[in-house]
């Protein structure tokens, strides 16, 4: 494991390809100095082998680029792919809520403000783990406690949620009534 | 097309089993390199005969199994059932090639030649033995590579594929389910939920394919939709079976895997 | 969402962009055949732009690779860098299987679906713990019960066993017959 073989100097070629693997495996952007301490580089060399290789990422067709943010660096999709990479992880089985978590978001859309035990009465399931899903993607908000018994916490429907259904306002929501109408159509 | 084996620049270290035993603080321990059944164990003492596998010298390797299996007892490591069935065949063996020849043929017409039988297990075990040595290997190359890190949409990929008009779907199915619930709490006898599964498994019997949706409608009370939904967990967890929903508010089909 | 302009066919150039994304974005190897779908467009002609992409990779000095792994294509950083990478993760090799464990699983992979008793016949030996150990490391799975007396449970591998054995899929795996006799000089 030690290493007692004299270090060879990198050069900028080897370092290029070193960093490239860093920064792909990184789970945050990570800025040159950091990578120059990790491999025991200058800091000014690591910066300039960096942007050569981001100079490489722009011309090379490439789908990726390697960019500057929050004060480290990332590799990313292309900003002029983000249609198709959208509508690709539409598709992905992460995209998909689960029926579970459908229901309770149907419930909690229609009935707002709504307690926990209220949508228990409608779905007649216990509801936590969708309702903590929902949360987790934004699509719901705590809309304060209700003035009951053992003030339950209520929920509502948020912003993110109006705008991934494509919704002015709730008052867009389709009506029961309307239901009848659009399903007989498909 | 086919990706290149990558130069590897670290070694394989093949760990071997052995036998130490160590005097330490009075207390003698024993190190038993993992032996990984009885089969491992006598290749490896094959092996420090520097013997061949299809000329297996019996008597030798018998006393030295037995040794083992014996040092292994007295320093209180127990022996597993499987070494001592081991050396049951063993004995069997070697006490069958003391005897003269012509009798042994006499009587057996070389039909069921024990030590014939073992050393096909030991050339069949050895394939496995020399495989698992190759899939050690493979998963060590693997530990070499990495994938990328996490990204933003990897845990939280904000996409959903679902309509306004498929959320009021669901509504309205969860509404008709609570009217029926209703009416169906009227009479009722209750299910078990052994009774429920048993349901399900001739149900998956008789055909392939099981619709869990409509199967879940057709309960007639909470506590019955309850057992229904607990039985489909116990199927799925018990059974080849598969859920299959084709899309998010379709209906959830059971198959056989 | 939907798209009423005319849709002009991809070039070869554009598609390998697209795809290069895709297979960035998604968080498990993905295959030729799911990315067609998703970008509508022929199979085989995913499938050349993607070995065309692969081959890129390998001719630029890269720190990555695209490969294909149980079923799918992935990107992952060269083999050969695995110091550094590992160094910079401060990763160790994950714990290595039992002796025991990774017998079963050879036995398992050439003999699936396979039983308990038959894995028994095979080892010589229980694999009660083992085949636990592999359940537990999602390495195997359940293949239902065998019509048998008992019906006893059969147990196959996982697509996370190919992907921990870096294998694009179960013929890839060396015929068992390969390995008999291998060490019988020694």
């Known amino acids: 494991m030690t290493e007692i073989e004299e270090k060879q100097p990198r050069s900028i070629e080897e370092l290029i390809t070193i960093l490239e693997a860093l920064i792909f495996v990184t789970d945050e952007p990570i800025s040159a100095k950091d990578l120059a301490n990790v491999l025991e580089e200058d800091s000014e060399f690591v910066q300039s082998a960096i942007e050569e290789l981001a100079q490489e990422y722009q011309e090379r067709k490439s789908g990726l680029m390697?960019?500057?943010?929050?004060?480290?660096?990332?590799?990313?999709?292309?900003?002029?792919?983000?249609?198709?990479?959208?509508k690709f992880l539409k598709t992905r089985p992460s995209a998909k809520l689960s029926l579970a978590a459908l229901e309770t978001l149907a419930v909690i859309a229609y009935k707002?403000?709504?307690?926990?035990?209220?949508?228990?009465?409608?779905?007649?399931?216990?509801?936590a783990?969708?309702?903590?899903?929902?949360?987790?993607?934004?699509?719901?908000?705590?809309?304060?406690?209700?003035?009951?018994?053992?003030?339950?916490?209520?929920?509502?429907?948020s912003k993110d949620f109006l705008i991934q259904f494509g919704l002015k306002d709730l008052t867009e929501l389709p009506s029961i009534e309307d239901f009848e109408d659009l399903t007989s159509g498909l | 097309m086919e990706s290149q084996p990558e130069q590897l620049v670290f070694d394989f270290f093949k760990e071997q089993p052995q036998i130490i035993a160590e005097r330490n603080d009075e207390e003698l321990k024993l190190k038993i390199g993992e032996f990984a059944g009885p089969l491992d164990l006598l290749l490896y003492l094959i092996r420090q005969e520097q013997a061949n596998i299809f000329e297996i010298p019996i008597a030798k390797i018998t006393d030295e199994y037995l040794r083992v299996i014996r040092l292994m007892e007295k320093l209180d490591i127990s022996v597993a059932g499987?070494?001592?069935?081991?050396?049951?065949?063993?004995?069997?063996?070697?006490?069958?090639?003391?005897?003269?020849?012509?009798?042994?043929?006499?009587?057996?017409?070389?039909?069921?030649d024990p030590l014939k039988e073992l050393v096909n297990r030991l050339v069949e075990y050895e394939k496995f033995k020399n495989a698992a040595q190759m899939l050690w290997e493979k998963s060590t190359v693997e530990q070499s590579i990495f994938p990328r890190g996490k990204i933003e949409t990897d845990e939280n990929n904000s996409e959903i594929n679902v309509g306004v008009f498929d959320l009021l779907n669901v509504f309205q199915?969860?509404?008709?389910?609570?009217?029926?619930?209703?009416?169906?709490?009227?009479?009722?006898?209750?299910?078990?939920?052994?009774?429920?599964?048993?349901?399900?498994?001739?149900?998956?019997?008789?055909?392939?394919?099981?619709?869990?949706?409509?199967?879940?409608n057709h309960t007639r009370s909470k506590k019955e939709l309850v057992l229904a939904f607990m039985a489909i967990l116990e199927i799925v967890r018990t059974e080849a079976v598969k859920l299959l929903q084709e899309n998010i508010f379709g209906e959830i089909i059971l198959t056989k895997g």
């Open chain 1, 66 to 86: 390697l960019r500057e943010i929050a004060g480290g660096w990332q590799i990313a999709t292309k900003t002029e792919l983000h249609d198709e990479v959208r």
């Open chain 1, 112 to 127: 707002q403000p709504v307690t926990v035990p209220e949508i228990l009465e409608i779905r007649g399931v216990q509801s």
């Open chain 1, 129 to 157: 783990s969708a309702i903590k899903t929902l949360l987790d993607k934004k699509l719901i908000v705590n809309k304060g406690r209700k003035e009951t018994v053992g003030k339950p916490m209520q929920y509502g429907t």
């Open chain 2, 82 to 112: 499987d070494f001592l069935v081991m050396a049951a065949t063993l004995i069997e063996i070697k006490s069958k090639m003391l005897l003269p020849r012509e009798i042994v043929e006499e009587n057996d017409e070389d039909a069921d």
């Open chain 2, 173 to 216: 199915k969860i509404l008709s389910r609570r009217k029926e619930e209703i009416q169906m709490e009227i009479e009722r006898e209750e299910m078990s939920l052994s009774e429920m599964l048993s349901n399900i498994k001739l149900r998956l019997k008789q055909s392939k394919t099981f619709n869990v949706t409509e199967f879940f």
